[in-house]
C-alpha cells in the first residue's frame, strides 16, 4: 500500500525537467536536491516520503536516461500517476523500483489530495475526496520486483537465495 499528498503537474513532463542534465553526475540523493527544479524550485523541498506525483499526458518523454525515475524515488516520492508516459521512462521507473500507474482520469486527482494506491487490485483511493479510481493491478512478479525496490535488487535477493541451497 502506499500512502502520500499529490504533487501535480500538466502534461508533458520530460526527463530533462524531472532530471536536469547539468545534476546528472552527483550522487542520487544530490541529483534529487534537484528535481523538478526547473518548473517547481521547491519541489524537493515539498516532498514528504512516500508522496505521490499526479501529472498529465507523455509523463517522462525526452531522453532515455535513468537518472529521472531515480531522482523522483529519491526525491520521496512512492509512485507517480500519470495519464500516459513515455514507454522508456515506464520501464525504467518499473526497473528501479518505482510505481507508475496510467489513470486516463487524471484530472479528477487536485494537487494536496490523500492518495493510498493498492498495486495489487488496482485502486486509488481519493482519501481527501472519499471517491476510488481504478487502473489495472499490476502483476505478482511486478509488485515482488518493486518491493524488493527493484530489478537488481530483486535479482540479488534471487542469486543470493539460490547460493544458499
Not at 101 to 124: C, F, M, S
Request: net charge negative; glycine share 8%; proline share 5%.
Amino acid at each position: 500500500m502506499i500512502r502520500g499528498r499529490v504533487h501535480k503537474y500538466g502534461d508533458n513532463i520530460n526527463t530533462d525537467i524531472i532530471s536536469p542534465a547539468q545534476y546528472m553526475e552527483l550522487s542520487y540523493a544530490d541529483m534529487a536536491a534537484h528535481a523538478m527544479e526547473g518548473i517547481d524550485p521547491d519541489f524537493s523541498r515539498k516532498v514528504r516520503q512516500g508522496d505521490i506525483m499526479v501529472a498529465g499526458k507523455n509523463f517522462g518523454s525526452g531522453s532515455s536516461r535513468e537518472t529521472a525515475p531515480i531522482a523522483l524515488k529519491y526525491a520521496g516520492i512512492g509512485a507517480v500517476v500519470a495519464e500516459f508516459f513515455a514507454r522508456i521512462f515506464y520501464r525504467n521507473a518499473i526497473n528501479i523500483g518505482l510505481p507508475v500507474i496510467e489513470l486516463p482520469t487524471v484530472e479528477v486527482i487536485n494537487d494536496g489530495d490523500e492518495l493510498e494506491i493498492d498495486l495489487a487490485k488496482g485502486i486509488i483511493r481519493n482519501l481527501t475526496q472519499q471517491k476510488d479510481c481504478y487502473f489495472p493491478s499490476f502483476p505478482d512478479h511486478i509488485i515482488e520486483l518493486i518491493h524488493a525496490g527493484g530489478l537488481v535488487p530483486l535479482l540479488e535477493k534471487k542469486l543470493l537465495a539460490k547460493e544458499s541451497h
